[in-house]
C-alpha cells in the first residue's frame, strides 16, 4: 500500500508569492490534517478535512488555507508569503476523523524556504 | 490546551547504552503516539498507548503509558546508531495531534 505522498518536497519562494503544497493520502484515507513544523515552535497543527470539509482549524492566520477534494487528496495555500512562513509542511492521513485514538500516518514532508 | 513537555531536549549516548525519554501532559492523557523523525523528514509511527499501565514493545524499543502521572516513557535497549533522530510525544488535544518539542538523540559509535 502506498504510503502518503507530498509534492514538490522542496520550495523556494519570495516574500509576498504565494504557494500551494498537494498531499496524496493514504488509499481509503478521508482524514487529511496539516502541520507546520519550524524549530522555534516545533509541530503545530493548521488544519483537518475529513470528507473535503475542513472540520478544525490551528491558530494560524487567514492567509493558510486548504481544501480536500472528493478522491481525498488535499492542498494546502498559503498567500503573501513571509518570512517566518519557511518550515517544513506535513501532512498526515488517518482513516477516521482526528479526536479519540486514530493512527495518523505522516507524509515526507515539504520544505518551504521564504527568501 | 494539552501542552506535552518532553525530556530530556537531547541526549548523547554511547551505542549499546540504554536510555530513557519521558513525555509529561498538562492534562489526563487518554492515548499517546510515539513518533521517530530524521531530520527534515516525516514522521515515522512507533507506537500507540491507549491505556493507562499499557506497555507495549517493538524491537528493542519499549513504551509505557502512565495515565496517574500523566506521563509516557519511552525506553532504547542497547542503543543503535540506528535510533539516532528526533522521538516526539503526541496526544489527542481535542479534535487535533499535540505534539511535545521532540528529544534529538545521537547515539556514538
Known amino acids: 500500500k502506498a504510503g502518503v505522498t507530498q509534492t514538490p518536497r522542496y520550495l523556494i519562494k519570495t516574500r509576498g508569492q504565494q504557494v500551494t503544497l498537494s498531499c496524496s493520502p493514504i488509499?481509503?484515507?478521508?482524514?487529511v490534517s496539516w502541520y507546520q513544523q519550524t524549530p522555534g515552535q516545533g509541530l503545530q497543527f493548521l488544519f483537518e478535512y475529513f470528507s473535503e470539509t475542513q472540520r478544525n482549524k490551528g491558530n494560524f492566520p487567514g492567509r493558510f488555507s486548504g481544501r480536500q477534494f472528493s478522491n481525498s487528496r488535499s492542498e494546502m495555500n498559503v498567500s503573501t508569503l513571509e518570512l517566518g512562513d519557511s518550515a517544513l509542511y506535513l501532512c498526515a492521513s488517518s482513516l477516521l476523523r482526528t479526536g479519540g485514538l486514530n493512527e495518523q500516518f505522516f507524509g515526507p514532508g515539504t520544505r518551504l524556504t521564504v527568501l | 490546551s494539552q501542552e506535552l513537555e518532553q525530556s530530556p531536549q537531547s541526549l548523547i549516548v554511547q551505542e549499546g547504552k540504554n536510555l530513557t525519554i519521558n513525555c509529561t501532559s498538562s492534562k489526563t492523557l487518554y492515548g499517546l503516539y510515539w513518533y521517530k523523525q530524521k531530520y527534515g523528514e516525516g514522521l515515522i509511527f512507533l507506537m500507540m498507548?491507549?491505556?493507562?499501565?499499557e506497555e507495549k514493545s517493538h524491537e528493542k524499543i519499549t513504551a509505557k503509558l502512565d495515565e496517574k502521572k500523566q506521563q509516557s516513557s519511552l525506553h532504547i535497549t542497547a542503543s543503535q546508531p540506528s535510533h539516532a533522530g528526533i522521538y516526539l510525544c503526541g496526544a489527542d488535544g481535542g479534535n487535533k495531534l499535540v505534539f511535545g518539542a521532540g528529544t534529538i538523540l545521537r547515539v556514538k559509535s
Open positions: 498507548l491507549q491505556k493507562g499501565g
Open positions: 488509499s481509503g484515507h478521508r482524514s
